[in-house]
T-cell receptor, first 117, second 111 residues
Framework: GAGVSQSPSNKVTEKGKDVELRCDPISGHTALYWYRQSLGQGLEFLIYFQGNSAPDKSGLPSDRFSAERTGGSVSTLTIQRTQQEDSAVYLC???????????????FGNGTRLTVT | LAKTTQPISMDSYEGQEVNITCSHNNIATNDYITWYQQFPSQGPRFIIQGYKTKVTNEVASLFIPADRKSSTLSLPRVSLSDTAVYYCLVGMDTGRRALTFGSGTRLQVQP
């Protein structure tokens, strides 16, 4: 079946502009994560959605970052007034409802490579 | 959150068995251990998951000692295509929402 889909795959933007990154999780997956990965580095947690619960935003690096998830499916990560240090690959992952499928593994998309010039 | 420690990098040759060990001294009772593989320009991909003892699938084996303070991912007879970064992840989603990845181990397989 279809995996996690992210768009765009690449985004180049000028410093100060706003960007929106989209994630389509696997159908039926209620948990959705956003991670950031800088060149050659590990994964940095940003935000987590689970069903209708309040999202865990503890990983967002600043108030320029926000995310929403509409209808429990598609998610959008928005970065306002982009800075050069925001350049990274932004990865989205989804998993089954952890309450129903104990410790379901994460399924990742291939990410959006963001370059801020 | 259980913190994990892995070697930064490892080198091997085709056909050899590779063992990557992850330390997680403060693993909680309900935590599972999951390993992911990441190729360049791709998201991480699930390899194997376990709770205790040994788990084997078509790709790898996972060895977990009785105290669960470490785990070892074993890749039999590696090939060039196994060159990737391998992440050990310890935790469970239920009751804790942020799963934290460590820095990973960069495996380089040479001919």
């Amino acid at each position: 079946g279809a995996g996690v889909s992210q768009s765009p795959s690449n985004k180049v933007t000028e410093k100060g502009k706003d960007v929106e990154l989209r994630c389509d999780p696997i159908s039926g997956h209620t948990a959705l994560y956003w991670y950031r990965q800088s060149l050659g580095q590990g994964l940095e947690f940003l935000i987590y959605f689970q069903g209708n619960s309040a999202p865990d935003k503890s990983g967002l690096p600043s108030d320029r970052f926000s995310a929403e998830r509409t209808g429990g499916s598609v998610s959008t990560l928005t970065i306002q007034r982009t800075q050069q240090e925001d350049s990274a690959v932004y990865l989205c992952a989804s998993s089954l409802n952890p309450a129903l499928s104990y410790n379901s593994p994460l399924h990742f998309g291939n990410g959006t490579r963001l370059t801020v010039t | 959150l259980a913190k994990t420690t892995q070697p930064i990098s490892m080198d091997s040759y085709e056909g050899q068995e590779v063992n990557i060990t992850c330390s997680h001294n403060n693993i909680a009772t309900n935590d599972y251990i999951t390993w992911y593989q990441q190729f360049p320009s791709q998201g991480p991909r699930f390899i194997i998951q376990g709770y205790k003892t040994k788990v084997t699938n078509e790709v790898a084996s996972l060895f977990i000692p009785a105290d669960r303070k470490s785990s070892t991912l074993s890749l039999p007879r590696v090939s060039l295509s196994d060159t990737a970064v391998y992440y050990c992840l310890v935790g469970m989603d239920t009751g804790r929402r942020a799963l934290t990845f460590g820095s990973g181990t960069r495996l380089q397989v040479q001919p």
